[in-house]
C-alpha cells in the first residue's frame, strides 16, 4: 500500500479527477441527445434502441473488467478506459442513422462501463485503508464533472455544433487523461490490511453463499437509485424541451440543477454518513427522491419541474456510492464488479426503457417510473440494514 499519509492524499486526488473527468465527458454527451435525435430523425422508440448499444457495451465490459483489474491493477484499466472514453464521445455526431448511433454507442458504452468498474474498484480500496466514510467524495467528483459539462454543453449549445462540441470533450479529455494518468500510474495501489489473502494462482478465494446474497441486494440498490441518474442524464432535457416548451438552454440547466444537488448531498456525504449510518441515510434520501422525481415528471411548469429535478438529485446524491462502497467492503473487487455491472446497468438500461414506456403512455409518465424504483431501494435497504451489518 502507498508508504505515507501523502501517497494516500496523492492517490485520492487523482481518482478524484478520473471521477470528474467521467461526468464532464458523459454530461456532454447527454446534452446534445435532442440535436443527434433531430439528426438521426429517431422517434423515442428508436432513440431508446440505440441507447441500448450503450448499455449493452457497458454491461458486457463490466462483467470482464473486475478479472482485468485483479490481473493488471485497476491502475493502468482506469487510464486505459479513459482514453477510449475521450475518443469515442466523438463518433454519435458522425452518424445519421439510429442503427449507426446504436454502434458507435456500444464502443462508448464499453469504455464508459471498464471506466467505472476500475476507478469504483480503486476507490473501495482506499475507502477501505483510509477508514473514513470518504466514499461519497469520489462521486460528488462525478456529479460536479457532470455539472460542469452539462453547463458547458448549455452555454454552447446555440453556438457550436454537436460535432464541433463533441471534438472539443475528446481534446480536453485526453490532456486531462494525459495529466491524471500518468499520476495514476505513479501511484501504488492501496491494499486494505484486513483484504482476504490470495490463493497461489493470484484469485482470491470466493466468498460464501450470504456474502454473496448482501453484495446483490447492494447492487440492486445500486440499480434503483442509477436508474434515475440515467433517466434524467438521457430523458430530463427532452422531457423540458418538448413536454413543457423549454429553449434548448434552459432544457440543458435542468441535468446541471439535477448534477448540481447531487454535488452538494455528496460533499456532505461523509459527514451525513458518520452521523446517520448507512441505513438511515439511504433511507431519507430515497424518500425525498420519490417525492422531487414525482413533481419534477408531473409538474406543469418548468421551473417546478427544475426544482423537482434538483431535490431528487440531493435525494439520490448517497445511495450509489454507499451500496458499492458496501459491496466492496463484504466481496473485495468481485463485489465492486458485481454492484456496479447491476447500478451502471440500471443507470444505462434505464433511459432504453423509458423511451418504451414514453412510447407506450407518455415521457411524464414514464419518468415517474424512477420514483417507484427509488422507492423500493428504500424498502430493500430496510429489510436488509440489520443483515449487512450497517446501522
Given at each position: 500500500m502507498p508508504g505515507s499519509r501523502d501517497d494516500l492524499t496523492r492517490l485520492r486526488v487523482t481518482l478524484t479527477a478520473f471521477f470528474a473527468l467521467d461526468g464532464f465527458v458523459f454530461a456532454g454527451w447527454v446534452v446534445r441527445?435532442?440535436?443527434?435525435?433531430?439528426?438521426?430523425?429517431?422517434?423515442a422508440g428508436t432513440l431508446g434502441m440505440a441507447l441500448l448499444g450503450v448499455s449493452?457495451?457497458?454491461v458486457v465490459t463490466m462483467t470482464l473488467t473486475g478479472r482485468l483489474?485483479?490481473?493488471?491493477?485497476?491502475h493502468p484499466v482506469t487510464v486505459v478506459c479513459a482514453v477510449l472514453?475521450?475518443?469515442?464521445?466523438?463518433?454519435?455526431p458522425l452518424t445519421h442513422s439510429a442503427l449507426a448511433l446504436g454502434a458507435v454507442l456500444l464502443l462508448f458504452g464499453s469504455a464508459y462501463g471498464g471506466i467505472n468498474v476500475?476507478?469504483?474498484?480503486?476507490?473501495?480500496?482506499?475507502?477501505?485503508?483510509?477508514?473514513?466514510?470518504?466514499?461519497?467524495s469520489?462521486?460528488?467528483?462525478?456529479?460536479?464533472?457532470?455539472?460542469?459539462?452539462?453547463?458547458?454543453?448549455?452555454?454552447?449549445?446555440?453556438?457550436?455544433?454537436?460535432?464541433?462540441?463533441l471534438l472539443a470533450l475528446t481534446l480536453t479529455g485526453l490532456l486531462v487523461t494525459l495529466v491524471a494518468g500518468?499520476?495514476?500510474?505513479?501511484?501504488?495501489?492501496?491494499?486494505?490490511?484486513?483484504?482476504?489473502?490470495?490463493?497461489?494462482?493470484?484469485?482470491?478465494?470466493?466468498?460464501?453463499?450470504?456474502?454473496r446474497r448482501l453484495v446483490l441486494t447492494f447492487g440492486l440498490i445500486a440499480l434503483c437509485t442509477a436508474y434515475g441518474e440515467g433517466a434524467m442524464a438521457d430523458w430530463g432535457a427532452l422531457h423540458l424541451k418538448e413536454d413543457l416548451g423549454a429553449s434548448p438552454e434552459l432544457a440543458a440547466a435542468g441535468y446541471s440543477c439535477f448534477a448540481l444537488a447531487m454535488t452538494v448531498g455528496r460533499l456532505t456525504g461523509t459527514t451525513l454518513l458518520e452521523r446517520l449510518g448507512r441505513t438511515p441515510t439511504v433511507v431519507a434520501g430515497g424518500t425525498v427522491a420519490v417525492a422531487g422525481m414525482l413533481l419534477g415528471s408531473l409538474a406543469p411548469s418548468v421551473w417546478a419541474a427544475l426544482f423537482g429535478f434538483a431535490v431528487t438529485g440531493l435525494g439520490l446524491a448517497n445511495l450509489f456510492p454507499v451500496a458499492v462502497e458496501r459491496a466492496g467492503a463484504l466481496g473485495g473487487p468481485g463485489g465492486v464488479a458485481t454492484a456496479s455491472t447491476l447500478g451502471y446497468g440500471g443507470m444505462l438500461l434505464g433511459p432504453p426503457a423509458i423511451g418504451f414506456l414514453?412510447?407506450?403512455?407518455?415521457?411524464p409518465a414514464a419518468l415517474t417510473s424512477v420514483a417507484v424504483l427509488a422507492a423500493v431501494a428504500v424498502l430493500v435497504a430496510l429489510t436488509t440494514g440489520r443483515a449487512a451489518g450497517s446501522r
Open positions: 441527445i435532442p440535436d443527434i435525435k433531430e439528426q438521426t430523425g429517431a422517434s449493452a457495451g457497458a483489474c485483479r490481473r493488471y491493477g485497476s472514453l475521450c475518443l469515442s464521445v466523438a463518433l454519435p476500475a476507478f469504483n474498484s480503486a476507490a473501495v480500496d482506499l475507502v477501505a485503508v483510509l477508514r473514513r466514510p470518504v466514499m461519497p469520489f462521486h460528488a467528483a462525478f456529479s460536479l464533472g457532470g455539472m460542469a459539462g452539462a453547463g458547458l454543453g448549455g452555454l454552447v449549445a446555440g453556438s457550436l455544433s454537436p460535432a464541433r462540441h500518468r499520476a495514476l500510474l505513479r501511484c501504488e495501489p492501496a491494499a486494505p490490511p484486513d483484504r482476504t489473502p490470495r490463493e497461489p494462482d493470484g484469485a482470491a478465494p470466493g466468498p460464501d453463499g450470504r456474502t414514453a412510447e407506450w403512455f407518455s415521457l
